[in-house]
Nanobody, 126 residues
């Protein structure tokens, strides 16, 4: 049974940083892909990071490129999302998801991801 649990969401001031964690169990790290998504109030869900099975296969959406960094620690069964230079546009519930997609697939974030965490709230406000 695949389970994903996010943590690390908080209230942070503009310009601040946060690190989210997604602990994954029951999933193949060798062939699987982890996606980070977010959904702001009244907005569609947005895919922001795709973490593939190899260290070189990490893709970022333009909205977070250069500010967010994902990393995978297999020994901890955890994918981290380091978020810097946060602003109010980053306020959202952040989710991680798992499936067997390739990050290089066009529109990978729009595909149907079968496994989801419960989400963690990130609020950027002064």
């Amino acid at each position: 049974q695949v389970q994903l649990v996010e943590s690390g969401g908080a209230l942070v001031q503009p310009g601040g940083s946060l690190r989210l964690a997604c602990v994954v169990s029951g999933f193949s790290w060798e062939s699987g892909t982890i996606g980070w998504f977010r959904q702001a109030p009244g907005k569609k869900r947005e895919g922001i990071v795709c973490v593939g099975s190899t260290e070189s296969s990490i893709n970022y959406a333009d909205s977070v490129k250069g500010r967010f960094t994902a990393s995978k620690v297999k020994a901890e069964n955890t994918v981290y999302l380091e978020m810097n230079s946060l602003d109010s546009n980053d306020t959202a519930v952040y989710y991680c998801a798992a499936d067997l997609w390739y990050c290089s697939t066009d529109g990978v974030w729009s595909l149907r991801w079968n496994y989801w965490g419960q989400g963690t709230q990130v609020t950027v406000s002064s």
